[in-house]
């Protein structure tokens, strides 16, 4: 149970975009290892709302590769819940009741900006790293008049308007003490021009509708937190506590994306012949669990798990990581 008297409950939250890889396999284990370790319910979510990225033989693919690790779940698209449907692309309707309620409250505003006008804004001094640059808020200052005009020539994205004057401090169960001022990413897009909710939007709103306690999730995302945050207050839901596990950076130093296709997880199993539990042991050793390698299951680590003990820290793949996973 949670300190609030609820279940304790996590996600997993993958992107259907690209195949699962050693990054997506280190956040997935010790967001199910800080769950499980608690005797709480895990949720699988697929976020698959741009369709042009996601691709529905990639959704198909991810809760196997799951499953293959050790890990499972208690509610998600193959299992169902009293939270279903777990594909955002089926929620759309819990979205725009969100964003019906946040225009409400005139915390909305339609941007007309173009890609050049924000790639000009781009030398902006501040912003947050994951998220680019801060938006200027030229919009945001649009008389009424000015939003007719420019809406005769373009579909607007909606911004959500950020508390300038407010800071977002907030305890990471990995990264420590956090805090991000209102300012320093800007007003956000909560629906793209093209119609599709935004990241921000739907993720706050599901986690909210699916009861979520306790967010796990990668060091590229510890950035979107402060605008989580305030979506949150808007909404007038107390927030999950989050956790950003260590960000897994390549042997060349470059972050690990799904770009380098030789470290999915299929390619991984299929081509090098990699066991599941010697990666389960790998990327226990990566995330600072334990000292060497040994093959293992993830349920083998529930009863020592203790978040504290990860490291906070970007992992480099040592040169010879792949000895290491198939334990030559
Ligand atoms: N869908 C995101 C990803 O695949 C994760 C979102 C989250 O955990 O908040 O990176």
Not at 31 to 50: F, K, P, Q, T
Not at 154 to 183: C, W
Not at 235 to 252: E, I, K, Q, T, Y
Not at 253 to 281: I, N, Q, T
């Amino acid at each position: 149970m949670a300190a609030n008297g609820k279940p304790i409950r996590g996600r997993f939250a993958p992107t259907p975009s690209g195949r699962l890889h050693l990054g997506n396999a280190l956040t997935a284990l010790l967001a199910w290892l800080h769950i499980r370790s608690a005797g709480g319910e895990i949720v699988l979510r697929l976020e698959d709302l741009d369709r042009q990225r996601c691709k529905p033989e990639l959704a198909g693919e991810l809760p196997g590769e799951l499953k293959w690790l050790g890990l499972d779940w208690d509610e998600g698209p193959d299992v169902g819940g009293p939270h279903a449907p777990y594909e955002q692309s089926r929620r759309t309707a819990l979205y725009e009741r969100v964003l019906d309620e946040l225009q409400r409250q005139g915390r909305l505003y339609p941007c007309y900006c173009s890609r050049a006008d924000l790639q000009a804004a781009a030398s902006a001094p501040h912003g947050l790293d994951a998220e680019g640059p801060a938006y200027p808020g030229t919009c945001r200052r649009l008389t009424a008049a000015e939003r007719t005009e420019r809406a005769l020539r373009k579909t607007p994205s909606l911004r959500f308007a950020m508390d300038e004057q407010a800071n977002y401090r907030f305890h990471d169960g990995i990264a420590g003490e956090t805090v991000f001022s209102g300012a320093s990413g800007g007003d956000f897009v909560v629906r793209r021009a093209d119609g599709i909710v935004a990241y921000q939007l739907a993720v706050v709103a599901d986690d909210i509708e699916m009861e979520i306690t306790d967010v796990l999730r990668g060091w590229d995302l510890l950035d979107s937190t402060p605008r989580q945050l305030a979506l949150y207050e808007a909404l007038g839901s107390p927030p999950p506590r989050f956790a950003h596990s260590p960000l897994l950076l390549g042997a060349d130093g470059s972050r690990l994306s799904k770009r380098h296709g030789a470290v999915s997880l299929p390619e991984l199993r299929d081509r090098f012949g990699v066991r599941a539990e010697r990666l389960v042991g790998f990327l226990a050793w990566l995330a600072g669990l334990c000292d060497r390698v040994e093959a293992s299951r993830p349920a083998d680590w529930i009863a020592a798990f203790d978040l504290a003990s990860v490291r906070r820290q970007a992992v480099t793949l040592p040169d010879n990581w792949i000895d290491l996973l198939t334990g030559k």
